[in-house]
Nanobody
Framework: QVQLVESGGGLVQAGGSLRLSCAAS????????MGWFRQAPGKEREFVAA????????NYADSVKGRITISRDNAKNTVTLQMNSLKPEDTAVYYC????????????????WGKGTQVTVSS
């Protein structure tokens, strides 16, 4: 079992930045493909970004490319989402997830999920 806990969310003005962290416990995440998803009010959860187990390859949703960077530190068992140039439409609960399907942006391919952290971007 892998337990994931997100942190770093908060309220920020449009154009600002936030850095989300995901701390894993119970098992090393070094073998997992790690992803971030988000769910805005009244909408379905959507893929944001993912990174391979080695950290060398990343995958981003078109809506966040160029503004968001995912990274991982396997030694510390953590995953980070650096978000810049935030927009009001980035407002959502952000979830960290661990899976074993390489390259997947699909929720069903992720086995472990955190409870999420709220990000609110004011205009």
């Amino acid at each position: 079992q892998v337990q994931l806990v997100e942190s770093g969310g908060g309220l920020v003005q449009a154009g600002g930045s936030l850095r989300l962290s995901c701390a894993a416990s119970g098992r090393t995440i070094s073998y997992y493909y790690m992803g971030w998803f988000r769910q805005a009010p009244g909408k379905e959860r959507e893929f944001v970004a993912a990174v391979t187990s080695s950290g060398y390859s990343r995958n981003y949703a078109d809506s966040v490319k160029g503004r968001i960077t995912i990274s991982r530190d396997n030694a510390k068992n953590t995953v980070t989402l650096q978000m810049n140039s935030l927009k009001p439409e980035d407002t959502a609960v952000y979830y960290c997830a661990a899976g074993t399907v390489y390259g997947s942006s699909m929720e069903r391919d992720y086995d472990y999920w955190g409870k999420g952290t709220q990000v609110t971007v004011s205009s």
